[in-house]
């Protein structure tokens, strides 16, 4: 069966430079979680997208923005990096028009800053 | 959305049933309980979820106390493989478009299996 997709696997930048993370859900899910988990530390919620409108922010930088496209793909953008930055991200999609619950989880893209 | 407590660690030998109590003592009327695990790094992996009935799946089984304050996850036949971080998590039913879809990840118990 399809599964999240997240691109790319591992990226290293430099600080203040920027990164785009990109997600491609399971095929006909409407909604789009990215969560961040930083070392050591339980994933946090950040952004989610419903039928390509943001649905719910958590704590989320003002220097990260993210939006879901009309392929329902998804990309988080990261400005101004910072070495609090270095985390995996991951990206979850769900159909929750049809209310099913539960959220499937890509294998993340950890980012390096340095 | 409720908070659950749940033990930082347990052990559990394979082929033996694994028991993950937790507890979620402000749960409303409405809130489903989820578990989630996480293995090393990978993404959270959905397991079971139940809102005040017993559920069983090919996974595990949740066992929720009549008054839905606690429950516990039952993996049957524990392998090495299921070595992880589990998450009980309480949330809000879904509505398209709602805020209530995110997961709130608290602390986990992490889950052992020797062999």
């Known amino acids: 069966a399809a599964g999240v997709i997240q691109s790319p696997r591992h990226l290293i930048k430099e600080k203040r430079e920027t990164a785009t993370l990109k997600c491609y859900p399971i095929?006909?899910?409407?909604?789009v979680y990215w969560y961040q988990q930083g070392p050591g530390q339980d994933p946090q919620f950040l952004i989610s997208f419903y039928e390509k409108m943001q649905s719910d922010k958590g704590s989320i930088p003002d220097r990260f923005s993210a939006q879901q496209f009309s392929d329902y793909h998804s990309e988080l953008n990261m400005s101004s990096l910072e070495l609090g930055d270095s985390a995996l991200y991951f990206c979850?999609?769900?159909?929750?028009?049809?209310?099913?619950?539960?959220?499937?989880f890509g294998p993340g893209t950890r980012l390096t800053v340095t | 959305d409720a908070k659950t407590t749940q033990p930082p660690s347990m052990d559990c030998a394979e082929g033996r049933a694994a028991n993950l109590p937790c507890n979620h003592s402000?749960?409303?009327?409405?809130?489903?309980v989820y578990w989630y695990r996480q293995i090393h790094s990978q993404g959270p992996q959905y397991i079971i979820h139940g809102l005040k009935n017993n559920e069983t799946n090919e996974m595990a089984s949740l066992i929720i106390t009549e008054d839905r304050k606690s429950s516990t996850l039952i993996l049957p036949h524990a392998t090495l493989r299921d070595t992880a971080v589990y998450y009980c998590?309480?949330?809000?039913?879904?509505?398209?478009?709602?805020?209530?879809?995110?997961?709130?990840f608290g602390q986990g118990t992490i889950l052992t299996v020797h062999p």
């Open positions: 998590i309480v949330r809000p039913p879904i509505a398209g478009g709602t805020s209530y879809g995110k997961l709130t």
């Open positions: 402000t749960i409303s009327g409405n809130e489903y």
């Open positions: 095929p006909r899910h409407d909604t």
């Open positions: 979850a999609s769900s159909l929750e028009g049809y209310g099913t619950h539960e959220q499937y």
